[in-house]
C-alpha cells in the first residue's frame, strides 16, 4: 500500500513537470529492482515470471495481487514505456481532472497491430466506422478489404472538410467510431480535432473518435487534449527514432477501450518484445530535442523546394501558402518533418530524384534521425487503387521526405544537385 501511495505521488509530480523532464523520468520506477539499483532500467526478457508460492500464484491469477505472470499479459519493461506514454500524451487533461480522467496506455509488436486491434476491440459484425480518405496503406487496406469480411462497413471522407465530414456522419449517425490521421501520409492535410470531435458528438454522443498522431507525436500536438479518446502511433517511426524497431502503442483516456484492448492483447496475442519496448523508451527520453531540429530543418527544406523551378507545388504545414497552415498553427505546437512534394517532370523526375540523391536514404517509414525519401505511389501506397490515390492527391509525381538531423544546408544542397538531373 506505501508503494502504491509512493508512486501515485511521483506520477502526479511529473505530471507538473515540462516535457522533457517527463519524457527522461516518467515511469522510470516502476521496473527497478529495489536490491539493484540500476540507473538504465532492465530488460526483463523473458516469457514468463515465477512465484514465491502457491498462494501468491493464486492471488495474481485472481487480480488480488499486483506483479507479473507471463509476458504477454503485462512486464515491466513494457510498462516503463506504457507510463511514459500516459504522462506525455494526456497530462493536460490528467491535470484538468485528476480525479476522473485515468490515461491508459498499450504497447503493441507494430503499428498495425495496433490499429487492427484498436479495430477487433471495438467494431462487431454490422458496426460502421467513418475514416479519413487519406490513410497509411496498409490502413486502408484493412478498413476497406479486411474489415467487409467481418460484416463491417467504413465511409471514407475528407475530414479536413468540415462539411464534408458532417454530412458523412448524418448519413451514418450510429457509426461506432471515427479514425483519422492528422496530418495525413502522405498528403499532409490536416483535420481540426477539436471541431470533428463536436461535430461528431452532438450526432453521437457515444461515438469513440480515433487520432492517428504519428506524425505529429505528442511534442507538437495531443488529441486527448482536444477531445479525442483513442491516440495511436506507429513507434517505429519518432517515438523510437533510431529506425531499430517496429512497434505501436494505444493511448485512450476511456476505461472500457483499455479493458476491451487488454482482452484482445490477452486472447489475439498481440504483445511486444520487451527488447523492443526497451529500445522505444531509450529513444523516447530523446523526443524532444529531436523533434526540435526536425522541425528546424523541414521548414529550411521547405522554403528550399518552395523555391525550386523544379518543383510544383509543397505540402508542409510550416509554409505560408499551404492550405492548412493557421490550423496548424492553432492545433500544433510546431510543424513537423515530413514533406510531400510534386515535380513537374512527374513521374520520372520523382525517380531521377531518388536515384540521385546521396545523403537522402531511399526506404520507405520515416521519423528516424537521418533523412529518408521514398515515392508513395509506388511503395507506401501501391496497394491503394491508381483512382483512389488520384483523388485524394497522392500522384505520380508525388515524392515525401522525412527530413533527420543532418546540418539542414548538406540537405539542400543534395537535393539541389539531384533536382538539377531533371533539368
Same mark, same amino acid.
Given at each position: ?173 450510429n457509426a461506432k467510431l471515427v479514425y483519422f490521421e492528422t496530418p495525413t501520409n502522405p498528403t ?116 528550399? %523546394?518552395?523555391? /525550386? !523551378? $523544379?518543383?510544383? =507545388?509543397? +505540402? ?55 533523412? %529518408?525519401?521514398? /515515392? !508513395? $505511389?509506388?511503395? =507506401?501506397? +501501391? ?41
Amino acid at each position: 500500500m506505501e508503494d502504491s501511495k509512493r508512486k501515485n505521488a511521483i506520477e502526479r509530480f511529473y505530471l507538473k513537470c515540462g516535457f522533457a523532464t517527463r519524457a527522461l523520468h516518467a515511469g522510470e520506477d516502476i521496473s527497478q529492482d529495489t536490491r539493484i539499483h540500476s540507473h538504465t532500467n532492465a530488460i526483463y526478457q523473458t516469457s514468463t515470471f515465477k512465484f514465491e508460492n502457491a498462494e501468491e500464484g493464486a492471488k495474481l491469477f485472481e487480480h488480488k495481487k499486483h506483479g507479473y505472470i507471463y509476458t504477454r499479459l503485462g512486464n515491466p519493461t513494457v510498462m516503463v514505456l506504457e507510463a511514459k506514454m500516459n504522462a506525455l500524451e494526456g497530462r493536460n487533461a490528467k491535470l484538468e481532472q485528476p480525479d476522473k480522467v485515468r490515461i491508459s496506455s498499450l504497447v503493441f509488436p507494430s503499428g498495425m497491430s495496433a490499429i487492427s486491434s484498436t479495430m477487433l476491440a471495438l467494431l462487431e459484425s454490422g458496426d460502421k466506422l467513418i475514416s479519413g480518405e487519406v490513410l497509411y496503406g496498409c490502413t486502408e487496406d484493412l478498413f476497406a478489404k479486411m474489415l467487409p469480411k467481418f460484416n463491417i462497413e467504413t465511409t471514407f471522407v475528407d475530414t479536413s472538410d468540415l462539411n464534408a465530414f458532417e454530412k458523412a456522419m448524418r448519413e451514418n449517425p450510429n457509426a461506432k467510431l471515427v479514425y483519422f490521421e492528422t496530418p495525413t501520409n502522405p498528403t499532409m492535410a490536416i483535420t481540426d480535432i477539436r471541431k470533428v470531435t463536436e461535430i461528431a458528438r452532438s450526432i453521437n454522443k457515444n461515438i469513440h473518435i480515433i487520432v492517428d498522431n504519428t506524425f505529429a507525436t505528442p511534442f507538437l500536438q495531443r488529441p486527448l487534449e482536444l477531445g479525442a479518446d483513442i491516440v495511436l502511433h506507429s513507434t517505429t517511426k519518432y517515438i523510437c527514432g533510431h529506425g531499430t524497431v517496429v512497434g505501436g502503442v494505444v493511448v485512450t483516456s476511456c476505461d472500457d477501450v483499455k479493458d476491451a484492448l487488454y482482452k484482445v492483447m490477452v486472447d489475439i496475442g498481440p504483445s511486444p518484445s520487451p527488447f523492443d519496448a526497451w529500445l522505444v523508451n531509450m529513444g523516447l527520453k530523446t523526443l524532444p530535442v529531436r523533434m526540435q531540429r526536425h522541425c528546424q530543418n523541414a521548414m529550411e527544406v521547405a522554403t528550399f %523546394l518552395e523555391n /525550386h !523551378p $523544379a518543383v510544383a =507545388t509543397v +505540402a508542409y504545414p510550416g509554409l505560408k501558402n499551404f492550405k492548412f497552415h493557421q490550423l496548424a498553427k492553432e492545433q500544433m505546437d510546431d510543424f513537423g518533418g515530413i514533406i510531400s512534394f510534386e515535380l513537374k517532370g512527374g513521374y520520372q523526375a520523382g525517380k531521377n530524384l531518388m536515384d540521385n540523391v546521396h545523403i537522402f536514404t531511399l526506404a520507405v517509414s520515416l521519423g528516424c534521425v537521418d533523412s %529518408l525519401i521514398q /515515392h !508513395p $505511389a509506388s511503395m =507506401t501506397h +501501391a496497394t491503394v487503387p491508381k483512382e483512389v490515390r488520384q483523388r485524394v492527391g497522392i500522384t505520380d509525381g508525388l515524392v515525401r521526405i522525412s527530413v533527420g538531423l543532418e546540418d539542414a544546408d548538406d540537405l539542400i544542397r543534395d537535393l539541389d544537385q539531384a533536382l538539377k538531373k531533371n533539368s
